[in-house]
């Protein structure tokens, strides 16, 4: 069995923002060669997090940053120093973390799903770790 660590640059251009990930990982493993296993994805920050939806109409990332931005508005009663505690909210109600199969050494994702990474506190440069765990 393998272990393989890969880190990816993930460039946000807006202060929130779903970015569809699935080829630039689905790259990264036909790379490693792994044929069957598992995908560690975790985001290492706390403003941004890693989901999985759907790709098809893309009115569908728009209404979920809408509901996100409508449960979780910026409050001036908010404490945080940095202003940005909205940010910091919807990052864990999101999550860091996902895990997709691996077989034939593809994602063994649905028809309709897709990897996202998503910016709450952008744009910035992020990273995104992958941990491909097979053989
Ligand atoms: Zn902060």
């Not at 060669?33 to 890693?50: D, E, R, W």
């Not at 728009?62 to 940095?82: A, G, N, R, V, W």
Request: proline share 3%; aromatic share 8%.
């Amino acid at each position: 069995m393998k272990i393989i660590k890969k880190v990816l640059d993930v460039t946000t251009t807006k202060d929130e923002q779903m970015i569809d990930i699935t080829e630039m990982v689905r790259e990264t493993l036909i790379g490693t060669s792994i044929k069957n296993g598992t995908l560690y994805l975790f985001v290492p920050h706390t403003t941004s997090a890693v989901t999985i939806n759907e790709n098809t109409d893309p009115n569908v990332k728009k209404d979920m940053l809408y509901s996100l931005k409508q449960s979780f508005p910026i409050e001036k009663e908010f404490l945080h120093f940095e202003g940005n505690s909205h940010a910091h909210i919807k990052s864990s109600v999101i999550g860091n973390d996902q895990t997709v199969f691996i077989e034939d050494n593809d994602l063994l994702l649905g028809r309709w799903q897709a990897l996202y990474f998503c910016e709450f506190d952008g744009p910035r440069q992020r990273k995104l770790n992958l941990q491909f765990v097979g053989e």
